[in-house]
């Protein structure tokens, strides 16, 4: 009989640990269709810096704060290599943005320009290329 409940608060334990376990790759808002997205591509390239600290502590969490209920969530992509290892990464990184109203979106940046251009020098000298998709569809690669 001891051994019965020993076997079962172990279990009742495992189960508690493994249900605290997050999955930070899982976002609790997954877009939607009908969502934005705004990606900031930074190219790579001979003489440009990127500080990768500064831009994931300190300028996307600033532009988040900015967009407020219309962002849902955002990526920040760090590039390591081109299609194979030995080629290198087109872009230094890549910042996403997913939001549900473009017209609200422009209008925070235009209301916020100086602040968000004076901020990018603190990270980098690279001119990013942006551009806003709408989200056409959005499927798990997971099949059964």
């Known amino acids: 009989m001891k051994m019965k409940i020993k076997f079962l608060w172990l279990t009742l334990f495992c189960m508690v640990l493994t249900s605290c376990g997050t999955n930070e790759a899982k976002h609790s808002t997954a877009p939607e269709t009908g969502t934005y997205k705004v990606a900031i ?3 790579g390239g001979e003489n440009k810096t990127f500080d990768m600290d500064y831009y994931e502590n300190k300028h996307m969490p600033m532009m988040a704060k900015l967009l407020g209920d219309n962002l849902r969530f955002y990526e920040i992509d760090k590039g390591i290599s081109g299609r ?3 080629d290198r990464a087109s872009f230094v ?3 996403y943005f997913y939001i549900d109203d473009v017209e609200e979106y422009n209008e925070v940046i235009a209301r916020n320009m100086d602040t968000i251009r004076n901020d990018i020098p603190q990270y980098t000298n ?5 551009q806003i998709s709408e989200i056409r569809q959005w499927k798990s690669g997971h099949t059964k």
């Open 93 to 95: 990184t890549m910042g």
């Open 41 to 43: 591509l930074y190219p």
């Open 126 to 130: 690279i001119q990013p290329i942006i």
């Open 84 to 86: 194979t290892g030995g």
